[in-house]
């Protein structure tokens, strides 16, 4: 029996006090030494402590609990057919360091929410419908994306159990192994999730710009994540040489550096101009410190590089601009820029049917939604990348993400989940 958006809306805002208490408890356990935001560190006690406490409350609930190599947390409700391709929602426990409270946790407990609103309507899925708890998402521990759900479709690439995270130096495989995975297998490349088994994934997320808040919306359907390519480590080599030397005989590292923020910056006015979404970001940007003087001209910059765009065509010819621009600095600053190692992640759109289903939840609940392009990285991307149809949806968020701000209402986080909800007992009736 279709259950009446009234009834939906209502079985998901009864759960309000309950969601804020939950959030509460992951911020209280997981707080940053500074006091201000959260830390739930990368196959580490932050994002141990997360797990705790999710696990908890999906044993709360009722729900099936599983782990898989990697130790994600799967929390099933089952359907009538525990055979037929299930559906699934979910995202990551970790977060960067300091950083805020709702990035990947309203993810995991929007699935919870909507999975504890299905058994509140009465409504037995025909198909398992499964919320996971992703490890390991953000990259800036071991400088590897995806860790968890590459590792969970056996797609995880060499090399990666090897990465070191960054502020305790051990590596991926060491830190996995405290936390209860079997690195064997990870390396084995064993895989638990499969597209066939799984008919849908949906990812809820905060936004991570102030889009939604400018257009006063609550919730936005993902139009895809981003693919990009990046370099970690660019390298400029001009020529050290002391401030007496005139301009014409100089080849001077920072200001060829410059030219290639700038360059970038003009590539990107160009792009937003004719509407063609990307964006790129020098996270990096510094001299050789055992080196560099107030007197001196600098030699040397190292830089990093990351390009993101929607369409593989963009990115690719993104690329060539990029090369262009490099060849013309060293032409006119008389350097050499050496690019060094390339990794790259492939673009991953939205399945067009299930944004079109998703923007009916929204519409029937009542809700203003809007497509959104996040310019961000997503597990998503994983399940879109392994043939998973896959979308996400967004709540309104100010203040960014990955800083102790984040500010996320749960008014808003519970619209996400009522679309969510909606959804669900469609697709889980079908
Ligand atoms: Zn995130």
């Known amino acids: 029996m279709p259950h009446s958006p009234t009834d939906i809306r209502r079985a998901v805002v009864a759960q309000k006090a309950q969601v804020a208490k939950l959030f509460d408890e992951l911020r209280a356990g997981s707080l940053d030494k500074s006091g201000l935001g959260v830390t739930r560190d990368t196959y580490g006690a932050g994002e141990q402590f997360g797990y705790r406490v999710i696990e908890a409350h999906a044993r709360s609930l009722g729900l099936e609990l599983q782990r898989d ?13 525990r055979a037929a391709p299930r559906l699934m929602t979910g995202s990551h426990l970790d977060s960067v360091g300091n950083g805020g409270n709702f990035d990947g946790a ?11 609103a299905l ?10 419908v499964t919320t ?6 953000e990259s800036v521990w071991f400088e590897v994306s995806y860790i968890g759900s590459r590792a969970a479709f056996g797609v995880l690439p060499d090399g990666a159990l090897d990465a070191r995270r960054v502020d305790t130096g051990r590596t991926l495989a060491e830190h996995m192994t405290e936390c209860g995975a079997d690195v064997a297998a990870v390396r084995a490349r064993k895989a638990h999730l499969a597209a066939r088994d799984i008919k849908a994934w949906v990812e809820i997320h905060i936004e991570q710009a102030p889009q939604l808040i400018e257009a006063g919306v609550s919730v936005a359907i993902g139009t895809g994540v981003p693919g990009n ?5 660019v390298r400029i080599h001009g020529e050290w040489a002391h401030v007496g030397l005139p301009r014409r005989f100089r080849h001077d590292a920072v200001l060829a550096a410059s030219d290639f923020a700038l360059g970038l910056d003009e590539i990107w006015q160009g792009e937003d101009a004719a ?9 990096r940007c510094f001299s050789d410190a055992s080196e560099h003087a107030l007197t001196k001209v600098a030699g040397l910059m190292t830089l990093s590089l990351d390009v993101r765009a929607y369409d593989k065509a963009h990115l690719a010819g993104l690329e060539r601009r990029i090369l262009g621009l490099t060849r013309a600095i060293e032409a006119k600053r008389g350097v050499r820029i050496d690019l060094g190692a390339r990794a790259s992640a492939e673009v991953a759109p939205s399945n067009p049917a299930l944004f079109s289903a998703l923007t009916g939840s929204a519409n029937a609940m009542g809700l203003k939604s809007m497509p959104l392009a996040s310019p961000a990285s997503h597990d998503t991307a994983t399940f879109t990348v392994a043939g998973v149809p896959s979308c996400m949806l967004f709540v309104r968020n100010a203040n960014g993400s990955h800083n102790p701000h984040e500010a996320m ?20 009736s079908a």
């Open 69 to 81: 190599h990697a130790a994600n947390l799967y929390m099933t409700l089952p359907g009538r057919d």
């Open 119 to 128: 058994k509140t309507l009465g409504l037995t899925p025909a198909c398992d």
């Open 275 to 283: 509407k063609r979404p990307m964006a790129f970001t020098i996270g």
């Open 229 to 233: 390519f990046r370099y970690p480590e």
């Open 132 to 137: 996971m708890a992703i490890r390991a998402e």
């Open 409 to 428: 209402e749960i008014d808003d986080f519970l619209d996400a989940a009522t679309v969510m909800t909606h959804w669900l007992a469609g697709a889980a």
């Open 106 to 116: 309203a993810g995991v407990i929007g699935g919870l929410v909507a999975q504890q």
